[in-house]
């Protein structure tokens, strides 16, 4: 006979599964395309949005360093 169990099939125990990547369930009409960035781009971005803006973002750094890498140079001009 066991004293213990871990499996909650065995406890008959209701479990909800979570997906870890949250870009599984994007809708395909959201994301145009993915976009790589190196660390290094991504340090220069930071400081430079740190001197000319006295401001600390690790995402706004990511997207500074995504526009320039020149990856982004089709979308110049556009809103």
């Not at 395309?33 to 973002?57: G, M, N, W």
Request: proline share 6%; glycine share 4%; aromatic share 6%.
């Amino acid at each position: 006979m066991k004293k213990q169990t871990d499996s909650p099939k065995e406890l008959n125990i209701p479990t909800k599964e979570y997906i870890a990547c949250p870009l599984r369930n994007m809708p395909h009409c959201v994301i145009d395309r993915f976009i790589s960035v190196t660390p290094e781009l991504i340090h220069s971005a930071s400081i430079q949005l740190h001197k000319s803006e006295c401001y600390y973002d690790c995402y706004g750094a990511i997207a500074l360093a995504a526009i320039l890498s020149g990856q982004l140079d089709d979308l110049q001009g556009k809103r």
